[in-house]
């Protein structure tokens, strides 16, 4: 419906520029969106003052100029007024909003999917959590909305490929290693002093405990190029298998590990900093190498490679992202913690230094977790290694209530997250209360049935009788789930969905408390079916994109 109405706008608005009514030499893009009030309409646009801002007109008289030219030809319209200080307020009949339903039908489980994305190949980059111990809650944000911005752009016609960047080179690997042997020799009767800096959790003696068993003691007096040889790989690998086991269960697979050390191979980035330096893109102070990101905005230049000759992580997120590029992505979404801000902008001086268009590069940051439990904090601290993994939520609260509740909030917002809330089988769980609106459709149906119902095809239903304030609102939220797909999917903002599906919700839970759908009446009840499943297959279309289950009883 926004497709149309926008049609409409940009045909009145180049019909009014051609008359010389509006001086205009572009016609902008019309913003349309769904009006919070239904005193103001179905739909509202601003492009009015939009133009007006750029003519130094009155934006109401824009408005009423743009609405002058409507040309409604297939009769969808009820009213247009302008509001305001200029707003366009458009109003559907409502024998208009009951023939939506006829997608649902016809597109069933490809509801609200679409091809805008034409086949463009995105590659979404997310957790990518280095491989020195498990994913803790902090993580868990993350993978579920690097998760569902991958799945939304797979449901608009995007080629997406889901990736975890494994960083496993560096002074961090050696002190994993070195960590787990102090634990080893520790276990083995040996008093050692435990760096405060190595790391401390109680996985580091988990590990340290399985080479015992299939080690014995043979490390005890091994020359610590040895050591260092079996540790770190052994203990980075069982780390990597724990990470993807806790992602498994979590709902989340990637198509494909990357590993830093790819990018080293045959010398591959120091080749890189050399094409970079031969362009100028970078120069040498003394034995330090400098990025001049100051040319594409940045605040400063930063350093590559460090006065010792070692490569900064800069430079290997330069070799990495040309890497992608070389692949074929012609799109790249990172998604990363929000401590990363200050890192956008020396990103984007690499990728426009590479060649490419800043715009091809995406970057989504998430805010940090406050996990709680009965509303007051569950104390962490990552120093000690005291901290609530991923895997310790996710076997309390279940995969779905943790997914959920997770994309409960802007991704750039802070979360609480309340394990007693998200454990709860009310209406006081969010997760539980869309869920419930399935299982609720699903036994509606079967009773149906069993009193010889079958759910009816579009023909065959009488749309008429579908007239209750409650029923038009239904079918105004069925009919706007593709808008929230396509919205979701070019914002990179996969809450819209659980914002979605919760006001979904309680239209559905209002309209069943106060409505019987199978009654005396066959032709009412059949008409009303078919809405209800209509709004069944909706909940999952938009469950199955968050990878949360829609069950069929509870």
């Keep these: 419906m926004k497709e149309k109405l926008s049609i409409l706008l940009e045909e009145a608005i180049k019909v009014?520029?051609?008359?010389?009514?509006?001086?205009?030499?572009?016609?902008?893009?019309?913003?349309i969106e769904p009006t919070k009030e239904d005193?103001?309409?179905?739909?509202?646009?601003?492009?009015?003052?939009?133009?007006?801002?750029?003519?130094?007109?009155?934006?109401?008289?824009?408005?009423?100029?743009?609405?002058?030219?409507?040309?409604?030809?297939?009769?969808?319209?009820?009213?247009?007024?302008?509001?305001?200080?200029g707003?366009?307020?458009?109003?559907?009949?409502?024998?208009?909003?009951?023939?939506?339903?006829?997608?649902?039908?016809?597109q069933g489980d490809r509801y609200g999917e679409s091809s805008v994305g034409g086949g463009r190949r995105v590659q979404v980059e997310f957790v990518s959590a280095n491989p020195t111990?498990?994913?803790?809650?902090?993580?868990?944000?993350?993978?579920?909305?690097?998760?569902?911005?991958?799945?939304?752009?797979?449901?608009?016609g995007y080629d997406v490929t889901k990736e975890y960047y494994i960083n496993d080179v560096g002074n961090q690997m050696n002190t994993l290693g070195l960590s787990v042997y102090l634990r080893y020799r520790e276990l083995l009767g040996e008093e050692v002093d435990f760096p405060p800096h190595y790391?401390?959790?109680?996985?580091?003696?988990?590990?340290?405990?399985?080479?015992i068993k299939t080690q014995g003691n043979k490390f005890l007096n091994a020359d610590e190029k040895d050591v260092l040889s079996f540790f770190v790989p052994y203990a980075a690998g069982a780390i990597m298998d724990g990470i993807r086991d806790d992602l498994r269960s979590f709902g989340v697979v990637f198509d494909n590990y990357f590993s830093e050390q790819e990018l080293y191979r045959n010398d591959g980035v120091a080749r890189l900093i050399e094409e970079l330096q031969e362009k100028s893109f970078i120069y040498r102070e003394g034995n330090t190498l400098w990025f001049r990101t100051t040319d594409f905005g940045d605040e400063k230049d930063r350093v590559v490679v460090r006065?010792?000759?070692?490569?900064?992580?800069?430079?290997?997120?330069?070799?990495?992202?040309?890497?992608?590029?070389?692949?074929?992505?012609?799109e790249i979404i990172d998604v990363w913690g929000a401590d990363h801000h200050g890192y956008l902008p020396r990103m984007y001086a690499a990728i426009q230094a590479l060649g490419r268009e800043k715009d091809t590069l995406k970057v989504v940051l998430v805010q940090l977790v406050n996990l709680l439990r009965g509303g007051k904090p569950v104390a962490m601290s990552t120093r000690s290694?005291?901290?609530?993994?991923?895997?310790e939520v996710v076997d309390e609260v279940g995969k779905d209530a943790a997914r959920y509740n997770f994309l409960m909030r802007r991704s750039d917002s802070h979360l609480d997250f309340d394990l007693e809330i998200a454990k709860k089988q009310s209406n006081e769980n969010p997760v539980y209360y869309v869920q419930y609106a399935h299982a609720r459709i699903c036994s509606i149906l079967k009773t149906a049935h069993e009193r010889c119902y079958s759910v009816p095809r579009y023909g065959e239903i009488e749309p008429r009788l579908l007239k209750l304030p409650e029923e038009i609102m239904l079918i105004k939220y069925i009919s706007r789930y593709p808008e929230v797909v396509g919205g979701s999917a070019q914002a990179l903002e996969p809450h819209r969905f659980t914002f979605y599906l919760n006001e979904l919700a309680a239209v559905f839970h209002s309209y069943y408390?106060?409505?019987?759908?199978?009654?005396?009446?066959?032709a009412l009840s059949s008409a009303r079916l078919f809405l209800v499943n209509a709004v069944g297959i909706v909940l999952r279309n938009a469950l199955r994109i968050l990878g949360v289950t829609a069950p069929e009883k509870m």
Excluded at 96 to 103: A, F, N, P
């Design 133 to 156: 111990g498990p994913l803790h809650v902090g993580h868990a944000r993350g993978a579920v909305i690097g998760d569902v911005i991958a799945n939304t752009l797979r449901a608009v």
């Design 307 to 330: 006065e010792n000759g070692e490569p900064t992580y800069f430079a290997a997120d330069i070799a990495y992202h040309r890497n992608k590029y070389e692949r074929g992505f012609e």
């Design 513 to 522: 408390n106060k409505h019987r759908v199978v009654g005396e009446d066959a």
């Design 87 to 106: 707003f366009i307020n458009f109003f559907l009949r409502e024998d208009v909003w009951v023939g939506l339903l006829e997608d649902v039908e016809k």
């Design 16 to 31: 009014s520029s051609e008359k010389g009514l509006l001086k205009i030499e572009e016609t902008p893009s019309p913003g």
């Design 385 to 391: 290694g005291e901290f609530v993994t991923l895997r």
């Design 199 to 211: 790391y401390q959790g109680r996985y580091i003696q988990d590990l340290a405990a399985q080479v």
């Design 39 to 85: 005193a103001f309409g179905d739909y509202a646009s601003n492009v009015a003052m939009v133009i007006a801002s750029k003519v130094k007109t009155n934006p109401r008289k824009v408005a009423e100029i743009i609405v002058d030219h409507l040309d409604d030809r297939d009769g969808i319209l009820e009213k247009v007024e302008v509001a305001g200080p």
